[in-house]
């Protein structure tokens, strides 16, 4: 079991233990190293291989914690047993929550302890339960709330314990009609808290989204949520901190989906971060007899990265493999043209930004153009400009890269002054 120190947002984490130690199910490997970091829990029994640098799904090499698993799942001691949270006190939620290690299980891996705590709690109005899960081929949350709903609620009510002023709302998209009524069911007589259906509609699930829809706020990417008064926090985060504040459990496993048209057996799971991609797609029965592989992507096709090897771990921020059998991008570059101004992109865009115009001027270095011209920095990277796109332009990666490079020169030139 390989666990990266890189598993969020923020810092990377701080080893606790060295090689030849042994570990326990849940116990704490490493240490957040600052307030914008997390703690990372072991998920299975075992000794401890090594300290070393390992690849991860983007093919970098980062320090990782490396455990020999004896197949025991031996656990710590101190969580597993239900405690009556009635009265907990807000620095204990936030305390729990924090020795748990959650992040964002929506693909952001944002530390939630930092999220929990904006810098006035009266001024939230919305603590919004992202349900909606848009990205195709992905349904794990869909999963969870079918089958976790009570639960979800119970993480729900803790967090809107933190916010007076706050109504919760679950927003679900309307094609999941039984999550919608298991949700609604265990939101029953609880007050503060609704279920919202919400029209299924790439990017519905999107953070800034969500908030435009259910807030009816619209904002600028250089200001957070708690900004204009909403916390989003992903379904799966939800039932993470109910088992953290009410079991005192940390997160290690959590809910993933295995699809795409090249899986024999695809399915919803719940995963041990630390296990191999290729571990899961075995034990899942593997691919399709005379498919062959031909694009793996770590989350759903538009949003997913793509991977050189399944053999590298799964972290706690990851909710999903999708295996084809054709590559679309290859596709695509063979079909690709100059672009036709034909502004279907401009039009699908859920920001209202002019994909052609920020292609341009990526293309051509104007990257202050790019950025305090055509706000490119403002792009959620959905995909849904390369994906409408009849000239097929690999737009969404062009922004991607684009983004990288200006922020990449932020970084150098705050190094600098320094």
Not at 47 to 63: P, S
């Amino acid at each position: 079991m390989v666990y990266p120190l890189s598993q969020h947002i923020g810092k990377p984490a701080k080893p606790i233990v060295k090689k030849g130690d042994p570990v326990l199910v849940g116990q704490r490997i490493a240490e957040a190293d600052g307030f914008v970091s997390a703690h990372i829990a072991c998920s299975c029994s075992g000794t401890v291989k090594a300290v070393e640098k390992r690849r991860t799904l983007t093919g970098a090499m980062l320090d990782c914690i490396v455990v020999d698993n004896d197949g025991q799942y031996n656990r710590a001691q101190g969580f597993g047993e239900r405690e009556d949270v009635t009265g907990i006190s807000r620095e204990e939620i936030l305390r729990r929550v924090q020795d748990a290690g959650i992040v964002g299980l929506g693909g952001a891996g944002f530390p939630t302890h930092v999220k929990l705590q904006p810098k006035d709690p009266s001024a939230i109005r919305y603590v919004i339960a992202n349900g909606a899960e848009c990205e195709p081929y992905l349904t794990c949350n869909d999963q969870l709330m079918r089958t976790r709903a009570e639960a979800i609620i119970e993480g729900l009510e803790l967090v809107l314990s933190l916010f007076e002023n706050a109504e919760g709302v679950i927003a679900i998209e309307d094609n999941k009609p039984v999550a919608i009524a298991a949700m609604k069911q265990a939101a029953e007589g609880k007050k503060r808290i609704s279920v919202r259906a919400l029209k299924t509609k790439y990017p519905e699930g999107g953070e800034r989204t969500l908030i435009k829809v259910i807030a009816g706020v619209d904002y600028p990417a250089k200001l957070l949520p708690a900004d204009v008064g909403c916390i989003v926090s992903n379904v799966g985060s939800l039932y993470a901190i109910q088992r953290a504040v009410v079991y005192r459990e940390p997160l290690f496993s959590h809910v993933f989906t295995l699809s795409g048209d090249a899986v024999k057996n695809p399915g919803n799971f719940i995963v041990r971060d630390g296990t191999r991609f290729s571990e899961l797609l075995e034990a899942a029965g593997g691919l399709k007899e005379g498919v062959t592989l031909k694009k793996a992507l770590a989350g759903g096709p538009m949003m997913g990265i793509a991977m050189s090897s399944l053999d590298v771990p799964i972290m706690k921020m990851n909710n999903g493999l999708t295996l084809m059998s054709e590559d679309p991008e290859e596709v695509a570059e063979r079909q690709m043209t100059s672009c036709l101004r034909c502004g279907r992109c401009s039009t699908v865009c859920p920001i209202g930004l002019i994909p052609q115009l920020m292609a341009d001027a990526a293309t051509v270095g104007d990257l202050e153009r790019y950025e305090k011209k055509l706000y490119g920095l403002e792009c959620v990277q959905c995909g849904s400009c390369t994906y409408i796109c009849p000239a097929k332009r690999p737009l969404m990666q062009t922004f991607k890269q684009t983004k990288a490079e200006i922020l990449a020169r932020k970084r150098a030139e705050a190094g600098g002054k320094k």
